[in-house]
């Protein structure tokens, strides 16, 4: 994806005179691209990846949200597991926001490289993002379904995309949650009475 200009792979338009958020760029900013719901809220239009500390990682996220905009990417269509549409904007803006909470947490724990990533580990953090915890660590509730689903997708993203990352992926046989989905994980209502 090097010097990949991201509207064009995404299919997103621009005016002419706007400058076009590239790949190498730590803040891909869609604040023009044309067709947005007006209801997008500025600041979810410009993608901060330097909320990831560690360059290796930042990639890797650059990848997957790069992928998951532009699925029919030649780099993308060969994963089996890969999204065969496009994500939205707004989704894609979550995915980023979890995996900085994501990589900050494993960053807390003294963890360097996704290669240490095991089911352990991704049970873990799925603790960490289901309860509400007070000042004094005590739990105090429990998050959403939507919390638990996210916190759950980029874990499950990082599997699926695992062979288009360049600089650090997890292992091969790592299959959290005996690879349930992100919403089964989250146990997300199934809107059925």
């Known amino acids: 994806f090097t010097g990949a200009d ?3 792979e995404a299919g997103l338009a621009l005016p002419d005179s706007t400058s076009r958020p590239v790949f190498d760029d730590d803040l891909w900013d869609f604040t023009d691209v044309v067709g947005l719901p007006v209801q997008m809220a500025l600041y979810r239009r410009r993608f901060d990846f330097t909320t990831i500390d560690d360059p290796r990682w930042r990639l890797v996220v650059k990848e997957l949200i790069l992928a998951l905009l532009a699925p029919n990417h030649d ?4 994963l089996p597991r890969a999204y065969r549409t496009p994500l939205h904007l707004t989704s894609c803006y979550h995915r980023l926001y979890e995996a900085g909470r994501f990589f900050g947490w494993l960053a807390q724990r ?15 953090y799925l603790a960490f993002r289901r309860y509400v915890i007070d000042s004094h660590g005590a739990v105090v509730g429990e998050q959403s379904p939507g ?3 996210a916190a759950a997708q980029i874990i499950v993203d990082l599997v699926d995309y695992r062979d288009l990352f360049t600089a650090d992926r997890v292992p091969a046989d790592l ?4 690879g349930a989905t992100a919403s089964a994980v989250a146990e997300m209502p199934c809107g059925r009475r």
């Open 110 to 124: 003294g963890i360097t490289t996704l290669a240490a990533l095991d089911t352990h580990l991704c049970e873990e």
């Open 147 to 149: 919390v638990r689903r």
């Open 6 to 8: 991201i509207c064009h």
């Open 175 to 178: 299959r959290p949650w005996g």
């Open 75 to 78: 780099a993308v269509v060969r």
